[in-house]
Structures are given as C-alpha cells and as structure tokens.
C-alpha cells in the first residue's frame, strides 16, 4: 500500500466493488433502477417539467416529503434519485425492522457529518406508516432543525397513518402506479441495456409478449422485469444464440395477472365503495366485476357479506323486503359449502340486490335521532304509557288510569284506529319518507286508503 495513500480509499474501494457484485446478483428491476432524474420514466403529474417536485430537485431545495402510492410505484427509487440529484447523503431505514435506536445513530452521524464536511443528510424511511407515534414525533425536531431532510414512503393514506405535527413538516407526494406504456419503455429499456440489462443476451421478443407482460403486471414495475427476466434466462438459444420470447413464453413466465390489492390500505375502501355504488347504480355488471376484484385481491367474504346486509336495508329496505332474508340465506349457505362453490352464494346475492328496485326510507331512524338529540324525545302520551305502572300510580292516587284511553287496533276494523301516537310537544313530526317503489307504494298505498275510509 502506497504510504501517502488514505486507508479509507482503499476501504471504499472495497465497498464500491461488493456495490458492484451485488448489483450483479440481483433481480433485474433491482439492477434497472434509475440513477438520474433523465433515467425516470412515469409519474408525470409530479415530475414534468414546471411540476414542483421537478423544480424543488432541480433547484436542489428539497425540504422533508412523504412518497404515497402503492407498491412498486418507484418511492424508494424516486428518493434515491433526489439524493443523487442533489448530492447528498442518503440514509435508509426500515420502519419494520429499525426504530428509535437506529434513528439516533443516524442523527449522530449526520451531526457529525455537518460539522465536518457540511453534507446535507437525507433519511429515507420506507413503511414510515409502520412507525408508531413516539417513533414519528422522534423525527420532529431533526426535521424542525434542518439536520436531517426527511424522504417517508407510505402505502398507507398518510392523513390516517401519520400524525399531524409530521404532515405539517412535509410536502406530500401522491404516487400512481404505473401505465402500461411506461411499463413498455421500462421493459424495452431493460432489453437495450448491456451492462445493466439483458442486451447481452440476445433477445428477439415479440410486440404481443412485450405488451402481456405490461398488461398483466397491471402497474407493478417489479413484476414486469422480474417476469421478463424470468422469461429470458429460461428461454435456450437457438443455433444462431438467439433467445426467441413469444407470447407463450411470456404467459408462462406471468401467468396471473396482478391485482392492485390491500385489505388494509385505501384500496381496500376504494373497492368497496365500488361495489357498493354499482350495486346502487343497478348496474349488475360493473356490481360482479368489483366483486370479483376483491376476492381475487384477497378479500375476506365475511366483509362482502356484511357489506351486502347493510346494503339490503339501507338502499333496498322497503322496496323489497325481503332482499335481508336472501342476503341472509346466501350467507348461510356460503358458509355450509365453503368455496369455491360459496362463489356461487356471493354472486346470488350481488346481483339480487343490483337488480331490486331501491328505497333508502330506512335512513330515517337518523333523521329521528338527530331530533331526539336536539330537541329531546318529549313526554309519553298518557295512553300510550305502560298500563301495569299506570294502574298502580292511579290506585294509590285514587285517579283515572290514562291507559284506559289507548284503543287496540286488532278490536278495530283492519287492525287499525285513528289516535295519536307522537308526544303532545311534536305532534306532527315526519321522519319516515316513503320511496317510489312498486312494493313500498303498495305498502303504503293500504295504509292510506284503511285511514280514509275511518277520517
């Protein structure tokens, strides 16, 4: 070793070569990430020209942000290409696997570093979500201070997941998946990359197999370049050495499509509410497709069912009445068979409750609790009170039992008599507002003709 030589470029040098091994060694969509701004494809509405995430890079003046989108958006690879931007230390921490312990070594560090070689420090922390609120208010005066400019990347809603003195700090960044053209570019530049791709190679592949591996990988820029690459090294060469994918190869290599999915995340809701307006919309198709995108994403039934009582009551309710006992029945049924026949049982009762006719008259229990609320419930009519109690206030009292007013509708001509029934302080309340439908019609339509004929 030269004698004027700093030992720590050796150890860099070393450190640079393992770098270079290990790229070697990993997954294609590892190996292809963008190191440059130039080198990013998608995301355009944050990352076109004018945008202000491209201006805050360019500029260099990045403060703390949080990445939101789903998996395999480019988060992790988006924050890597802002620290290479604007040339600044980068630091990742795991919020699953690292805690309070490591983010004080990371501050140390970067304490160090300002005082010594004035290097700005971004702290990139993945599933910051995953960070419970000690952990995140940690980070609050490190951020307040400048010392670390903070880079979370969240699958999660941020307004739910992180605490509001954190949002505050930072500029929030939605994430889209990606569209298949960017998918294309991605996959086609992989191809024409010799040393970080699979030009090597010496592929031929067709616009069909191309294009299956974009469309099935349905965003997911990870699944693309890991299926073509599954494809390309799988695939032998023909005598000239060239590696032939068609489209069959291609469905071999990605044979399910992937389904953009969290039963704990925003998707989760966004499908359900899907589902729930196709069912009130009446559109059977659309209410079966969303169906059928939750339970291939993972979904659990018993949360479709339950979706699905709450919806025969609160928009079928009175227009068809027993739209509950079906649900009910399916749900039964489900869970005597199991799948896959329970598809069956699910499918029933998702197109039943598209197809019925709607009212959502129910809703008007919250129009009578909000006025209990506001107004109070008012006192109960003497002859509607409690006849048993009554008769033993009006003994001791030597008084009239009031209950001896209240009129039996069974005595009475279609079980029914005109008497009143609200307290004295609201005598005309009208909380129950009848739908159009033909069974709630006539329902209604018997009621008024009984009181008719006794008016």
Not at 96 to 108: C, H, N, Q, S, Y
Not at 239 to 255: D, F, K, P, W
Not at 392 to 410: A, F, G, M, V
Request: charged share 25%; aromatic share 8%; proline share 5%.
């Amino acid at each position: 070793m030269n004698l004027f030589e700093d030992p720590s470029d050796d150890a860099q040098k070393t450190r640079n070569r393992q770098a270079a091994e290990s790229l070697r060694a990993a997954p294609l969509a590892t190996r292809m990430r963008p190191v440059s701004l130039a080198e990013f494809v998608g995301q355009r509405h944050l990352l076109a020209e004018g945008k202000l995430l491209f201006r805050m890079i360019r500029s260099g003046q990045i403060g703390s942000v949080i990445l939101y989108g789903p998996a395999s958006s480019g988060k992790t690879t988006l924050a890597n290409v802002i620290s290479q931007e604007i040339d600044a230390r980068f630091v990742v921490l795991n919020a699953v696997l690292d805690g309070i312990k490591e983010l004080r070594a990371v501050v140390e560090e970067a304490r160090t570093r300002e005082r010594m070689q004035q290097t700005r420090t971004i702290l990139f922390v993945d599933e910051i979500h995953r960070w419970n609120k000690a952990q995140q208010d940690a980070l609050l005066p490190h951020i307040e201070s400048g010392l670390l400019t903070l880079i979370g990347a969240t699958t999660e809603n941020p307004y739910y997941s992180l605490v509001s003195p954190l949002l505050s700090r930072c500029q929030l960044f939605e994430l889209y998946p990606f569209d298949e053209e960017d998918l294309l570019t991605l996959l086609r530049r992989a191809l024409g990359d010799q040393s970080r791709g699979l030009a090597r190679f010496n592929i031929e592949i067709s616009d069909d197999a191309l294009r299956h591996f974009a469309s099935y990988a349905a965003g997911d820029i990870r699944n693309a370049l890991n299926a073509l690459e599954m494809a390309v090294l799988t695939t032998d060469p023909d005598a000239t050495g060239t590696r032939h994918i068609s489209l069959e190869v291609a469905q071999e290599s990605i044979q399910k499509r992937n389904v953009r999915f969290s039963r704990q995340g925003d998707e989760h809701y966004h499908y359900a509410s899907a589902l729930i307006k196709s069912l009130r919309g009446s559109d059977a198709d659309a209410a079966l497709h969303w169906l059928a995108a939750m339970l291939e994403g993972g979904e659990d039934p018993q949360f479709i069912f339950r979706r699905f009582l709450i919806f025969a009551s609160e928009d079928v309710g009175m227009a068809e009445p027993k739209a509950l006992e079906l649900v009910q029945a399916c749900l039964q049924s489900f869970e005597t068979c199991g799948m896959p026949e329970g598809l069956y049982f699910m499918s029933h009762a998702c197109l039943y409750l598209a197809l019925c006719p709607k009212s959502n008259s129910t809703k008007g229990i919250f129009k009578a609790l909000a006025h209990v609320r506001k107004s109070g419930p008012g006192t109960v009519p003497p002859h509607l009170r409690d006849r048993t109690a009554n008769r033993l206030k009006s003994r001791y009292e030597s008084t009239d039992n009031p209950c001896e007013n209240y009129r039996y509708p069974h005595e009475y001509p279609n079980n029914w008599v005109a008497q009143q029934y609200l307290p004295d302080e609201f005598p005309n309340l009208k909380h129950y507002e009848p739908g159009t439908s033909p069974v709630e019609e006539r329902l209604n339509e018997r009621l008024r003709r009984i009181r008719d004929s006794k008016l």
